[in-house]
């Protein structure tokens, strides 16, 4: 049988429980398909023979009878999680050589669950980055080009290995991580659906951080309905997270019924900026009309810090890196540098972190020492800080009026051209997380949505951003704006 690692999670559950496919067969064809892949630099590491042996035990389990959602289904991982026994980098120099001794919560719900690993997934250098070309490993490759074009495009950051394979079907769904937008931008620039749970829905412990108050975990699916079965699997406290909730799990499937009827829709009129591409402003339009059309009551809210919500989020997320990145010394994981004669422990500290870290986890660590230095702690932290609770103050006013969840674009544009942005000030590249940020400074859950194609063929996506703790809500909202656009497009092959 061929093609079977272009199934959803939902289908190859299916055809695995009714014993038309097994899940050896299932990842056979996804370790073919991830052999064949690397013109797209999606994985950091293949463990193609760690795949079959847990395909044969999830056989063996489906056989039973009472299997897991997940139980079968192989899966590529972020490198940022740390997987026991295998190479788990964050797509950096500093961790070479790294192998956890540990399983993250995440990967071992998933493993729990019956889930089959398939490989470590390329992103940006500590999850920093919004195009995957900070990582060690060098860019991944969007499947998607520009029609009639070969020009390589970015799968968007940091999650881009993640986005990249699970559009180009290297795997049936992945993990992501999101901070200021990783999963939801590259969700966007290839064509599939990414989660950002509630912060506090889905446990940290074993995930490499990079700003621990706006991290969180969550789904790179081919559907809304894939994601909704991917949470389920990854949600629930953690008694070794003691920032994750101990808040009941609701069953995110059932909740997919499409019936979006008298549900109020926000549309924030700060989300329409100036010298936004045409393209996105009718994407948005459309979007609106979907869910009208569906049965919900659109209404135009503001959320007025809005611009504040990038300088906010420069501030705090490389102030919390310049602090957890600190343990990266060169003791005691991964890179050392060779000192010179005469040399002691503080060149070693500082050469093991020059030649470990790349340039913009440099820029973040500078940064994030600076605005939490004495004489500059007020002046940017604190500051930062203030604005963060008045940008959460936003979100609640506007659900204190009665709306259920809140509509914007998810990026301000398609997929760029790798490279593009390599001479452009660093603030550009920032600006790719306009419209995501705002969702991880109030903690809140968002999902982005392939909705369209823009002039080019390129994929372009929605953002949803829900109440705290009502994925399911929100999910179904999604789902109904899923099931309006229709998007079924794929990339064509050419890797
Ligand atoms: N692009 C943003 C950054 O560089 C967000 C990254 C993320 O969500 N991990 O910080």
């Not at 950091?44 to 795949?51: I, Q, R, Y």
């Not at 250098?125 to 990582?135: D, I, P, Q, R």
């Not at 948005?284 to 007025?304: H, K, N, Q, T």
């Not at 949505?449 to 949803?464: A, F, I, M, N």
Request: charged share 20%; net charge negative.
């Amino acid at each position: 049988m061929s093609g079977l690692n272009s199934l959803t999670i939902a289908d190859a559950r299916d055809k695995l429980r009714s014993k038309e496919i097994s899940a050896v067969e299932l990842t056979e064809a996804c370790n073919t398909a991830v052999a064949g892949s690397d013109a797209l630099n999606a994985y950091s590491v293949k463990t193609p023979e760690l795949a079959l042996d847990q395909a044969k035990a999830a056989d063996a389990r489906l056989a039973t009878g009472d299997a897991p959602d997940l139980c079968g289904i192989p899966l590529g991982i972020k490198d940022l999680f740390c997987t026991k026994g295998v190479a788990s980098q964050a797509a950096s120099n500093i961790l070479e050589g790294f192998k956890p001794e540990y399983e993250s919560t995440v990967t071992t719900k998933l493993w729990g669950a019956g889930a089959v690993m398939l490989g470590k997934l390329n992103m940006d250098e500590f999850a920093m980055g919004s195009s995957n070309e900070t990582s060690a490993y060098g860019a991944a490759i969007n499947p998607w080009r520009r029609q009639g074009s070969d020009v390589a495009l970015t799968p968007g950051g940091s999650s881009g290995g993640s986005a990249a394979a699970v559009s180009g079907d290297l795997c049936l769904a992945a993990t992501g991580t999101d901070t200021g937008g990783s999963i939801r931008q590259p969700a966007a620039f290839t064509g599939i659906v990414g989660v950002k749970p509630t912060y506090g829905r889905v446990s940290r412990w074993g995930i490499i951080a990079f700003a621990s108050s706006l991290d969180q975990a969550g789904p790179m699916t081919k559907t809304v309905r894939d994601s909704a079965i991917f949470l389920n699997a990854i949600a629930g406290h953690d008694a070794k997270d003691s920032t994750s909730a101990d808040f009941a799990v609701p069953d995110f499937e059932a909740a997919l019924t499409g019936d979006i009827r008298g549900k109020k829709i926000g549309i924030p009129k700060e989300y329409r900026l100036d010298g936004m591409p045409a393209e996105i402003e009718k994407l948005w339009d459309d979007g609106a009309a979907m869910l009208r059309d569906a049965g919900a009551e659109i209404v135009d809210v503001s959320l007025p810090h809005t611009k504040y919500a990038l300088p906010a989020y420069y501030v705090l997320a490389p102030a919390e890196a310049s602090s957890n990145l600190a343990r990266y010394d060169g003791v005691r994981y991964g890179h050392r540098a060779k000192l010179q004669k005469g040399e002691g422990i503080h060149e070693m500290y500082a050469r093991t972190r020059a030649e470990g870290f790349g340039k913009e986890v440099q820029r973040r660590i500078m940064i994030g020492a600076y605005v939490l230095s004495a004489g500059f702690y007020d002046a940017y932290y604190r500051r930062a800080q203030r604005v963060r609770t008045l940008i959460k103050k936003d979100f609640e006013d506007v659900y204190a009026s009665g709306v259920d969840a809140i509509l914007t674009p998810a990026t301000p544009s398609a997929a760029f051209g790798l490279g593009e942005m390599a001479d452009a000030d660093p603030v550009k590249m920032y600006l790719n997380d306009v419209f995501t940020v705002t969702v991880n400074l109030a903690g809140l859950p968002g999902v982005s949505v392939p909705t369209g194609l823009d002039s080019q063929g390129l994929p372009l996506g929605l953002q949803l951003i829900g109440k705290p703790w009502e994925e399911a809500d929100m999910l179904n909202t999604a789902y109904a704006l899923e099931q309006a656009a229709g998007f079924v497009s794929k990339a064509d092959k050419w890797w």
